[in-house]
């Protein structure tokens, strides 16, 4: 795991904090992301949430929203 210098003075988060504590995968990509790289990132997030890991990402647009759909 990375470390950020200086850390961040706060992190936040909404909706169902409990969620943080089991299994995290980040999907993240471009922001100008073809039609069949949103349907990737939308069918992958989707098979992951199914097999109960929760997806995160920074819900850019792009991939990152794709992965949130």
Do not use: K
């Amino acid at each position: 795991m990375a470390a950020l210098a200086p850390p961040p003075p706060l992190i936040w988060t909404r909706g169902q904090v409990e969620l943080l504590d089991r299994s995290l995968v980040a999907i993240v990509g471009a922001r100008v992301a073809s039609a069949a790289g949103q349907r990737f990132a939308r069918g992958l997030a989707s098979e992951l949430g199914q097999a109960g890991q929760v997806v995160v990402s920074g819900m850019a647009r792009g991939i990152d929203g794709g992965a949130h759909e």
